[in-house]
């Protein structure tokens, strides 16, 4: 007889039409599981191509009809979360992070889901400099307050086509004749493929042992930032790059002035974390969700190919 599969559930899923959002609808698809995904209006174009999962309309700031949509998911997996803010529309790190955390908990209970998978970032901490880590914490601490029974993640960059970073840096690569890097470029991040953070999400609920827990997440090997572009490099098959190291006192006050001009690249919050490494030991992720890490240089090649 073969082996019997696990039985499927059905999850309810916040900021599904982002990057990561996608991949984890494709796990938790893989492992058989229906997804059901709350879509802000005018977001529905983002999920093209995902036909086969159920949609709600909603918004995490709006509590009103959160519950409704929640009605008979076994799950809730938490994902949405802004790298920098828009105050004209509402979109700040308080409101998003904490206020939209604390919603969709509440509508989760009311709702009778059983478990929450919740996403935050490596470097959250109580004493975090920046506003972005600062209001994940407050997320993590009404998550950890809540009567669900919890999974924190907090992955470094993750990678993978489409993401907010290795892709941004692949397109200077690719089209600048020289690369500007803030600072000395000796900031130590730790890139892991997308696609390993959502495998976690989709097999975490079948995993008792991973209530009540936080997994740090990244991959195996830590670069400088000046590494990673080289390895960008490689992976594109360039045979060099020519940089340029701007000074972050010298970007800090322009970003002061600019950073809510959406083009204009970095904010102040953003430099904050930028002085910061992202790094940390992942073993006990791998080794808890049955993964194999994959050495960055093979991952860009594929993510690239």
């Known amino acids: 007889m073969g082996k019997v599969p696990p039985p499927a559930h059905r999850f309810f899923v916040t900021g599904a039409t982002g990057f990561v ?5 494709h796990a938790l698809r893989a492992e058989g599981h229906v997804v059901r995904c709350l879509v802000r209006r005018g977001s529905e174009r983002d999920l093209r191509g995902l036909e086969a999962i159920e949609r709600v309309e909603g918004d995490v700031l709006v509590r009103r009809g959160l519950e409704n949509g929640m009605a008979g998911c076994d799950a809730l997996v938490h994902l949405v979360g802004i790298i920098r803010e828009h105050p004209t529309t509402g979109a700040t790190f308080d409101r998003v992070h904490v206020e939209g955390t604390k919603n969709v908990l509440d509508a989760a209970v009311a709702a009778g889901v059983r478990r929450v998978l919740h996403m935050s970032a490596l470097g959250t901490r109580a004493d975090a400099r920046s506003r972005y880590h600062q209001t994940k914490w ?10 669900l029974p919890w999974t924190i993640f907090r992955p470094s960059v993750m990678y993978g086509r ?5 892709s941004l ?8 004749p020289i690369v500007p890097v803030i600072g000395d470029g000796r900031q130590r991040v730790q890139p892991v493929p997308v ?7 989709a097999r975490a609920l079948a995993l008792p042992a991973t ?11 830590a670069v400088t930032m000046v590494e990673l572009l080289d ?13 340029v190291h701007v000074p972050i006192g010298l970007v800090r006050p322009v970003a002061r002035l600019l950073h809510r001009v959406p083009s204009f690249p970095v904010t102040p919050d953003q430099l904050l974390m930028l002085e910061e490494h992202s790094t940390c030991d992942p073993t006990a992720f791998f080794r808890t969700f049955g993964l ?14």
């Open 195 to 201: 696609e390993q953070v959502a495998e976690a999400f």
């Open 21 to 25: 959002g996608r991949a984890v609808i």
């Open 162 to 166: 489409g993401d907010g970073f290795v």
């Open 211 to 221: 209530v009540k827990q936080i997994y740090e997440v990244a991959g195996p090997e």
């Open 138 to 147: 407050a997320a993590e601490e009404a998550v950890r307050a809540s009567s």
């Open 292 to 305: 194999t890490p994959v050495p960055l240089a093979a991952g860009l090649a594929r993510m690239f190919a």
């Open 169 to 176: 840096l692949a397109g200077m690569v690719r089209r600048l």
């Open 231 to 243: 390895l960008i490099r490689a992976a594109l098959g360039k045979r060099r790059v020519l940089r």
